[in-house]
């Protein structure tokens, strides 16, 4: 992987949702972890918010994100354990059009160099709806650091090569431009 130099920078906008019934956002160190490293690297804070542990909730937020033609991406913190408050993989998934499996390997191989096998307590999870990706973290800030440095900073910048989401996102909801096929049966 690498930064082709010669291609100009896209920012993006980006909206974080922090999970958790105890967070508000002067002690929300994930929120902020991520807030900030979405800045630095150039992109614009779309949204943030916390909301609580409610399947609703976290999906009333993330439908009005995903409608909402200013978010290109949505990231998450918090709510991927496997306590009873943890919801946020049965919020988010069904919302998904496509899974991105790859996304929770490649969290679970950084993690797991970081923290062994104590990286399969998370559910980490990620996909795209319509023209919008949604990146599911755990909710500390070393495993927001991890996921933004380690996948989501070279993902969401259009230089990475040889490939990155950035180039894909024209083509994300062309499925929903497209009239069908007159005869098709499919």
Excluded at 42 to 52: M, S
Excluded at 123 to 138: K, M, N, Q
Aim: hydrophobic letters at 40%.
């Amino acid at each position: 992987m690498s930064i082709d130099e010669t291609k100009q920078f896209i920012p993006l906008n980006i909206a974080v949702l922090t999970i958790s019934d105890t967070r508000t956002l002067a002690d929300d160190k994930s929120g902020t972890t991520l807030a900030d490293r979405i800045t630095v690297a150039g992109h614009k804070l779309a949204a943030r918010e916390i909301v609580t542990d409610d399947v609703e909730a976290i999906r009333a937020v993330i439908r009005r994100w995903i409608a909402d033609p200013g978010v290109d991406a949505v990231i998450t913190t918090g709510g991927t354990g496997f306590t009873g408050r943890d919801v946020t993989p049965e919020a988010v998934e069904p919302l998904f059009e496509k899974r991105m499996d790859g996304f929770s390997i490649a969290f679970h191989m950084l993690s797991h160099a970081k923290i062994g096998a104590s990286t399969i307590q998370s559910r980490a999870t990620a996909g795209v709806t319509g023209a919008t990706f949604i990146f599911c973290l755990p909710g500390s800030p070393g495993a927001c650091r991890d996921g933004w440095d380690g996948i989501l900073a070279a993902q969401l910048d259009y230089r990475t090569r040889p490939c990155n989401f950035v180039e894909i996102m024209p083509r994300l909801d062309e499925h929903l431009r497209r009239a069908k096929a007159k005869g098709a049966s499919a």
